[in-house]
């Protein structure tokens, strides 16, 4: 599957969930785990989509750390929050790929905290690379219909 596709499946899966979060953890160009906003439904804070994925992955494959197998990309329509970000250093992904950013969340009257993914990841203790801005507009467009 190529990353516009694995995008794609990241917006499929967004759908599902409370809010238009969702995820896709990646090995290679196939997709090991989906995960959505849940945090409504499991009254849990701490559901998002990226956290979701990463517990589905982790919990089917027994493993809470991914840097020993090397190689993961989670790909999520919007950019990780620090708490999201925290949880990519602690499991060891490779690589994320995010669509809207924090910034355009907060410009359509979605709260967030202001700060980004990159920065939460440089101070951690994975080398991670971050992407931004694939499939933005359709990502943003997600959100735009639960803006306040």
Same mark, same amino acid.
């Given at each position: 599957? *190529? #990353?516009? !596709?694995?995008?794609q499946a990241a917006i499929a899966a967004a759908k599902q969930g409370d809010m238009p979060f969702g995820a896709v953890l990646v090995k290679g160009d196939r997709i090991v785990? *989906?995960?959505?906003? *849940? *945090?409504?439904t499991d009254s849990d804070p701490t559901a998002h $989509? !990226?956290?979701?994925?990463?517990?589905?992955f982790t919990k089917a494959s027994k493993t809470y750390s991914l840097s020993v197998l090397k190689g993961y990309t989670l790909y999520a329509t919007c950019e990780p929050c620090p708490m999201c $970000?925290? %949880? @990519?250093?602690?499991t060891g /992904? +490779? !690589?994320?790929? =995010?669509?809207a950013s924090i910034q355009d969340l907060m410009a359509i009257g979605i709260s967030q905290i202001d700060l980004p993914c990159a920065t939460v990841v %440089?101070?951690? =203790?994975?080398?991670?690379? /971050? +992407? +931004?801005?694939?499939?933005? $507009?359709? @990502?943003?467009?997600? =959100?735009?219909?639960?803006? #306040?």
């Open positions: 599957m *190529t #990353p516009k !596709e694995l995008m785990a *989906t995960g959505y906003n *849940t *945090t409504q $989509a !990226e956290i979701n994925a990463l517990r589905n $970000a925290a %949880a @990519c250093v602690w /992904v +490779s !690589e994320i790929v =995010f669509g %440089a101070q951690g =203790f994975q080398m991670i690379k /971050v +992407s +931004s801005g694939l499939l933005a $507009a359709d @990502c943003l467009a997600l =959100f735009q219909k639960n803006a #306040p």
